[in-house]
Structure formats: structure tokens, C-alpha cells
């Protein structure tokens, strides 16, 4: 069935790059996501990707996709205290063109150490 | 800007009791959903809906019913609470549509503790 997976926790220094990385089942998801989640809080959208993009880059994100291992990943780069949460990458779920439905994986919490 | 609104945001229920969680957007969206988060599974859908009067089942929907009266209010019931469902619940909703990017925005979620 269709599966997203991340590693669950993620330690960096402030002033760091930080990579998180998700690995996904469905080739041919249009669209692949990374959403925030700060304590106490719901999801917050980060940045998508559609899948004829090998990478894509905001600020200091930035979204490298490789299709071919179905590997997607989130740099942060000059990670801040603030940057703190717990990030979801997701999957357009198959046939899911008429419901919308996503594939949320697991989230990988990252702490940021002063 | 209100965006998602869930009510209520805490909930402490006694095993057998009933309750039922809103969720309220008024962005236009068609399409709707109802999540559990619990700690290393991420978010699992429970129910969704892709238009007013309509609903279908996600990936955990026992012990849960749903309805969509109306486009903008998405409930969640809980007929009869079970310590297995303590979690925390999250509403969303997306514009829908085939082509569309089908970005889900997010309400705040309900903290439910079933003793």
C-alpha cells in the first residue's frame, strides 16, 4: 500500500543547515508536500513541489525531489530556535484526483540547540 | 481571516459518553476532512468529504460518524467515547478538484482524554 516514511528525530545548532528526508511508495504523485507543525498547533503548509521539478527553493528552504529513488527532502538552511516543530512531508494519495486525499508520514521532529 | 475553526479545543470525556467535534471554514472549500494525530503514527484520516451531504470513510473510521449538512461545517461524533480514542483531532480542508494543487488547510485541533 502506499507509505511515507521519515525518520522521527532530527538535532541541530543554531546557525546550522538542516535536511530532513522522506521516501514515498507512489510514482506518480503529482504533488509532494512539507508542512510545520508548531507545539500546540495545527499544520501549517511549508512548500510544495509538482513532480516534474527536481528541486525548488523559498528563502531558505529548499526542496530537492528525485523521482527515480522517490526520495524527497527539506533543507532549511541558518536554522533558528523558531524553526523548532515537527515536519510532515506528504503524498498525493493514489486516485485520489476526485478526493484529494493525502499520505502524511510519520513527521520528524526537529529540535534546534542554541 | 478565520480559516479552519474547530470547537472545542479540549475535551475530557468519560468512557460511554458522546460528543461531537465542529469544524467550521470559510475559505469556499468543496472538500473536507477529519484526522487523528497520536504520538510516532503522524496524522491518519478518519473521515472526508467532498461535498456538502456527502461523506466517506478514511483510514480509521470505526467509532466515528460524520455528517455535512452544510458546505462550510464539517462534524465529528464520537457515540460512545472508548480510552482508544483519546488523540488529537485535526480538521482540514482543501478547494478540491482534479487538477488543483489540493493544499489542505488546517484547523487547531481538539484535545480529546477519554478516562
Known amino acids: 500500500g502506499e507509505d511515507v516514511e521519515q525518520s522521527l528525530f532530527l538535532s541541530v545548532r543554531e546557525g546550522d543547515s538542516s535536511v530532513i528526508n522522506c521516501t514515498y511508495t507512489d510514482s506518480s504523485s503529482t504533488y509532494l508536500y512539507w508542512y510545520k507543525q508548531e507545539p500546540g498547533a495545527g499544520l501549517q503548509l511549508l512548500t510544495y513541489i509538482f513532480s516534474n521539478m527536481d528541486m525548488k527553493q523559498d528563502q531558505r528552504l529548499t526542496v530537492l525531489l528525485n523521482k527515480k529513488d522517490k526520495h524527497l527532502s527539506l533543507r532549511i538552511a541558518d536554522t533558528q530556535t523558531g524553526d523548532s516543530a515537527i515536519y510532515f512531508c506528504a503524498e498525493r494519495a493514489l486516485g485520489s484526483s476526485n478526493t484529494g486525499k493525502l499520505i502524511f508520514g510519520q513527521g520528524t521532529t526537529l529540535q534546534v540547540k542554541p | 481571516n478565520a480559516g479552519v475553526t474547530q470547537t472545542p479545543k479540549f475535551r475530557v470525556l468519560k468512557t460511554g459518553q458522546s460528543m461531537t467535534l465542529l469544524c467550521a471554514q470559510d475559505?469556499?472549500?468543496?472538500?473536507m476532512y477529519w484526522y487523528r494525530q497520536d504520538p510516532g503514527m503522524g496524522l491518519r484520516l478518519i473521515h472526508y468529504s467532498v461535498g456538502e451531504g456527502t461523506t466517506a470513510k478514511g483510514e480509521v473510521p470505526d467509532g466515528y460518524n460524520v455528517s455535512r449538512l452544510k458546505k462550510q461545517n464539517f462534524l465529528l461524533g464520537l457515540e460512545s467515547a472508548a480510552p482508544s480514542q483519546t488523540s488529537v483531532y485535526f480538521c482540514?480542508?482543501?478547494?478540491?478538484?482534479?487538477?488543483?494543487?489540493?493544499?489542505?488547510?488546517f484547523g487547531a485541533g481538539t484535545r480529546l482524554s477519554v478516562l
Open positions: 475559505m469556499n472549500h468543496e472538500y
Open positions: 482540514a480542508s482543501s478547494y478540491g478538484g482534479a487538477l488543483a494543487k489540493n493544499i489542505q488547510y
